[in-house]
């Protein structure tokens, strides 16, 4: 469990890819301070494993499913990529929950400068937008976000310059890909709402509200 607050930007010092699959090798500093071999570690907003560690770098492997559906597959050595350690719970939550299981990814449409941010306009799959809402959360490569504006099938959100300078979104452009994590209470709650049927008010009753904690 992360939080999408960014706690380093890391480069990507080695890359052994195989047939649809890849190791990488990462190179840190902030994250390394308490790491152990199993850690997980989100990597452009993507759980991974630690394997292996030494002085300033260690390595991860990414799996097909991870390759093929997240930007991973097209990361570069020398790229930087946002980097967290997982939640402590006796830590701060700075941000919002997040699994580092990434629903998809979006397409950066447009980018604005405003007086003091970055608006950008990511474009999204319509099956991920039924879990944004207006000013609800999302994790953009890892980064927790808001949403200041929606539509059928994108969304928007707004960089400070904090945010410009500590996360890779940054330095991205029209056209780029970036990872996507919807906000995982809008996933349970639409899932719960399909299960029970509580598409309409007339389906929502006392008992069924217990029955799933919510008085």
């Known amino acids: 469990m992360f939080t999408g607050i960014i706690e380093e930007l890391g480069t990507i010092g080695d890359i052994k890819t195989k047939a649809q699959s890849m190791q990488l090798t ?34 991860v492997d990414v799996m097909p499913e991870t390759y093929i559906a997240t930007s991973l597959a097209k990361i570069k050595i020398n790229d930087k990529v946002n980097l967290e350690s997982a939640l402590r719970f006796n830590g701060k939550l700075g941000g919002h929950f997040v699994t580092g299981h990434v629903d998809g990814i979006g397409l950066i449409k447009q980018i604005a400068n405003t007086v003091n941010a970055i608006n950008y306009t990511i474009e999204l799959d319509k099956n991920l937008m039924q879990y944004c809402i207006y000013k609800g959360s999302i994790a953009v490569d890892g980064t927790s976000l808001t949403i200041f504006g929606i539509g ?28 996507i994590e919807c906000d995982m209470l809008g996933k349970y709650v639409l899932n719960l709402a399909k299960t029970n049927n509580l598409h309409t008010s007339s389906n929502i009753t006392k008992e069924i509200l217990a029955k799933n904690g919510f008085i």
């Open 26 to 59: 990462i190179l840190a500093k902030i994250i390394l301070s308490e790491v152990k071999l199993g850690d997980s570690i989100a990597v452009n907003g993507v759980c991974l494993t630690v394997t292996s560690f030494a002085d300033g770098q260690f390595t």
């Open 152 to 179: 059928d099938d994108w969304l928007n959100i707004a960089l400070i310059p904090h945010t410009v300078k500590n996360s890779v979104i940054g330095s991205k452009k029209i056209g780029d890909i970036v990872n």
